[in-house]
Structures are given as C-alpha cells and as structure tokens.
C-alpha cells in the first residue's frame, strides 16, 4: 500500500523567513494534495498537483511536484504567524479514479513573531 | 455556497455504546469521504460514498458503516465503540475525481 513521509515533522522558524516541507510517497502520485489545519480543525485545502514537475503557486506558498511524481514539496516565503499549523500532504490511492487520499503523518509548523 | 457542515461538534460516549455522526456536503457535491484522525497522525481514510452507492472502504472493520442520502448528505456510524476509537472524524466532499475535497471541521469523538 501507498505510504507519504513527511518531513520535518515540526518546525519552528522566525517570523519572515522561508521554509519547506518535503512528502515522499513509496509509490508514483497520480494526484497530490496539500492541506493545512488548525489544531483539532478540518483541513483546509490548498493546492492539487497531477503532473510531473508541475508547479503551483497561490500567495506566498509554491507547491512542486517533481518529474518522477514521487516527491513534492510546500514552500513558504516570508513566514507570518498566520502560517502557523499543521501541513499535511495527501495522496490520491486509487491510482486516478475517485479513490480515497492517503495522508502523511503533518508537518507541524509554528512561526515565532 | 455554504461548506461542509458536521455535528455534533464533540461527543462523549460510553464504551460498547452506538454512535451516529453527521456531514452535510457542500452544495453540488456528490462525492463524500469520511476520515478519522487520532492524535498526531494524519487521516486515515474510512470510506466513500458516490451518489449513494459505497465506492471504496479503508481497513476498518464492519462496525463502521455509513450512508449517504439523495441530497447528499451522509452519516458515519460506528457500533461497539472501543476506547480507540476516541478520535476527529472528518467528512470531506467534492465534485470528483481531480477536485479538491472540501472537509468539515470534525466531530471530537471521546470513548470512556
């Protein structure tokens, strides 16, 4: 079965700096979601990558997904306290088809002022 | 366009009880995933339901079983409750395949 490892698992970083997280996935991606949440909330989405090397960008966060489809990563520039949460990357495990998303383990961030 | 809507929003229940929980799916939706999430780890998925119908199920045993109704809206319910099942569940909804999933923000179910 598909398996996500994200890393680091947290992360603390000075307000205004820049920052990644990285998901690894043990097998190809055909669709990778990446997610944030407040602690004990619902996941609020934030960006969907299908091809490989496709990059998106949406305010200060560029999400990569990278040739082999087997690695992405979330990129935060210029760190603000609002970034503060938990990041988490998704997979969709059914190989395309309306399946289920796997979801690695988070990457807690907390961004000091 | 309202979002997806879950209740209770937190629960208490009494190990060996019966529980039903709710997700109201974001208008035009007709894709429903429900997830449950322990503590420091990610969802792991529960099952889906499409137009009805169940379309796939995660590793969770057949005390965990759900319905979704003509407008869309689903229930989640879990029999013979276990102290792990103490959790956030998560109900997510989408048009379908490569869409976003829209999630609630969970039922905190505790099993005492």
């Known amino acids: 079965s598909q398996e996500l490892e994200q890393s680091p698992q947290s992360l603390i970083v000075q307000e205004g700096k820049n920052l990644t997280i990285n998901c690894t996935s043990s097998k190809t991606l055909y669709g990778l979601y990446w997610y944030k949440q407040k602690y004990g909330e619902g996941l609020i989405f934030l960006m969907m990558?299908?091809?490989?090397?496709e990059e998106k960008s949406h305010e200060k966060i560029t999400a990569k997904l990278d040739e082999k489809k087997q690695q992405s990563s979330l990129h935060i520039t210029a760190s603000q306290p609002s970034h503060a949460g938990i990041y988490l990357c998704g997979a969709d495990g059914s190989g395309g088809s309306q399946g289920n998303l796997i979801f690695g383990k988070g990457t807690k961030l907390s961004v000091k002022p | 366009e309202t979002g997806v809507t879950q209740s209770p929003t937190h629960l208490i229940k009494t190990r060996g009880q019966q529980v039903t929980l709710r997700c109201s799916s974001q208008?035009?939706?007709?894709?429903v995933s429900w997830y449950q999430q322990a503590l420091g780890q990610g969802p792991q998925f529960i099952f889906q339901y499409y137009r009805e119908e169940e379309n796939g199920r995660g590793n969770f045993p057949p005390r965990f079983s759900g319905l979704q109704f003509p407008n869309y809206s689903s229930e989640l319910n879990v029999n013979a409750l276990e102290l792990d099942d103490s959790a956030l569940y998560l109900c997510a909804s989408s048009f379908g395949q490569f869409y976003g999933y829209t999630f609630g923000s969970g039922t905190r179910l505790t099993v005492v």
């Open positions: 990558l299908q091809k490989g090397g």
């Open positions: 208008s035009g939706h007709n894709t």
